[in-house]
């Protein structure tokens, strides 16, 4: 499901691998892409936000919660990444974290 509606495998491929190198090139509502671009900008630089970005959001139909949440999620990844990187974690040749060992 993209948007409310039902897609291919294919089409599903291919905003994967869209998203997994620039969600500028997905083919994406408006709403997912401001959501998108809030968040990228908030992980690198985060100094730089300013109500002008919530706004953004707001544009497009996402209230307080909503913003909240985006906010909240992207800045819990950032913040699981940087434990991970402090920790020497490194990812398992198929992806996966292993089990034990991490401290």
Same mark, same amino acid.
């Given at each position: 499901?993209?948007?409310?509606?039902?897609?291919?495998?294919?089409?599903?491929?291919?905003?994967?691998?869209? /998203?997994?190198?620039?969600?500028?090139?997905?083919?994406?509502?408006?709403?997912?892409? &401001?959501? /998108?671009?809030?968040?990228?900008?908030?992980?690198?630089?985060?100094?730089?936000?300013? &109500?002008?970005?919530?706004?953004?959001?707001?544009?497009?139909? =996402?209230?307080?919660? &909503?913003?909240?949440?985006?906010?909240?999620?992207?800045?819990? =990844?950032? =913040?699981?990444?940087?434990? &991970?990187?402090?920790?020497?974690?490194? /990812?398992?040749?198929?992806?996966? =974290?292993?089990?034990?060992? /991490?401290?």
């Amino acid at each position: 499901m993209l948007g409310g509606k039902r897609v291919s495998e294919e089409e599903q491929d291919r905003l994967l691998a869209a /998203l997994a190198g620039d969600h500028m090139t997905a083919n994406l509502p408006l709403a997912d892409r &401001a959501m /998108l671009d809030y968040a990228k900008k908030l992980t690198l630089h985060p100094s730089a936000m300013t &109500a002008a970005n919530v706004e953004a959001l707001r544009k497009h139909g =996402f209230d307080d919660r &909503a913003v909240h949440e985006i906010c909240a999620v992207t800045a819990y =990844f950032a =913040f699981v990444n940087r434990i &991970a990187d402090g920790l020497g974690v490194e /990812l398992e040749e198929d992806g996966r =974290f292993p089990v034990r060992g /991490l401290v």
